[in-house]
């Protein structure tokens, strides 16, 4: 059985660089899109999916 799950993927700059040139630093999240509002602002149904600048065992 194979389920088709809309995701909410969202992508930020923390790096807080003014020039966005130097140590670029991009986070990824997602959340299930089938959960409610009142769910999705929750922040335990935010997951986290990568960084450009952590290491693995960082994560």
């Known amino acids: 059985m ?3 799950v809309p ?4 992508m930020d700059d923390v790096s807080g660089n003014v020039s966005k040139q ?3 630093h ?3 999240y997602m959340s299930n899109a ?3 509002h009142k769910m999705i602002d ?3 149904c935010v997951r986290f999916v990568t960084s450009s600048f ?6």
């Open 2 to 4: 194979v389920y088709a």
């Open 7 to 10: 995701l909410i993927i969202f």
């Open 22 to 24: 130097w140590n670029k």
């Open 26 to 28: 991009h986070t990824n």
């Open 34 to 36: 089938n959960l409610s």
């Open 42 to 44: 929750k922040e335990f």
């Open 54 to 59: 952590a290491q693995p065992l960082q994560v």
